[in-house]
């Protein structure tokens, strides 16, 4: 199975200031059939649903704010928000979704400093 | 508008069995491979089933496999979970997800909690 290692476990940000998530991959997560790196970004907000933000590690979802970007390769990934507002307040999750089981990283709490 | 909804959860001994169900709308199911996930009530997120369009693939994970059963009614726009043997760590929100391609999940149901205790 592919491990999913997400780093920090949460942070704090001042509003406004830029906030960086880390995801690694136990293997490499790249489709050789269109050289896209298979790690999708969610984020959940308390008692509801994820949502999905980024897929193909740097894809941003319709309607996400263009303050979340994706980027990465090989197995270091890295979900940025570059600006933090009051309703970035979430738990965020990187997935790979290379093979079967698609695996979570075990999540980032970010909250406002 | 897209909408999964959820049901089926509730509480049930270690052993024993429940069926959860996800009713689609706003979409054609029948294009759409779908998902369940689980998540233990302020815990992360845990993968747990996949099934094609049709119906003729499933994978589960292997915390479940033998035990639980994922399937599909496309004339009824239903997705299922069969839960057998259950065990305390079971206990979690069941979450159900619609894979847009490439196991990327667009779209999820609020979740039905399966509480498994004597």
């Known amino acids: 199975d592919i491990v999913m290692t997400q780093s920090p476990d949460s942070l704090a940000v001042s509003l406004g200031e830029r906030a960086t998530i880390n995801c690694k991959s136990s293997?490499?997560?790249?489709?050789?059939?269109?050289?896209?790196?298979?790690v999708t970004w969610y984020q959940q907000k308390v008692g509801q649903p994820p949502r999905l933000l980024i897929y193909?590690?740097?894809t941003r979802e319709s309607g996400v704010p263009d303050r979340f970007s994706g980027s990465g390769s090989g197995t270091d990934f890295t979900l940025t928000i570059s600006s933090l507002q009051a309703e970035d307040v979430a738990v965020y999750y990187c997935q790979q979704c290379y093979s079967s089981p698609f695996t979570f990283g075990g999540g980032t709490k970010v909250e406002i400093k | 508008e897209v909408q999964l909804v959820e049901s089926g959860g509730g509480l049930v001994q270690p052993g024993g069995s429940l069926r959860l169900s996800c009713a689609a709308s706003?979409?054609?199911?029948?294009?759409?491979?779908m998902h369940w996930v689980r998540q233990v009530p302020g815990k992360g997120l845990v993968w747990v089933s996949r099934?094609?369009?049709?119906?003729?693939?499933?994978n589960h994970a292997d915390s479940v496999k033998g035990r639980f059963t994922i399937s599909r009614d496309n004339a009824k726009n239903t997705l299922y979970l069969q839960m057998n043997s259950l065990r305390a760590e079971d206990t979690a929100v069941y979450y159900c997800?619609?894979?847009?391609?490439?196991?990327?999940?667009?779209?999820w149901g609020q979740g039905t909690l399966v509480t498994v205790s004597s």
């Open positions: 099934i094609k369009s049709d119906g003729s693939n499933t």
């Open positions: 193909w590690a740097s």
């Open positions: 706003g979409f054609t199911f029948t294009s759409y491979w």
């Open positions: 997800a619609r894979d847009r391609g490439w196991n990327v999940l667009d779209f």
């Open positions: 293997q490499s997560v790249l489709y050789s059939s269109n050289n896209k790196n298979c």
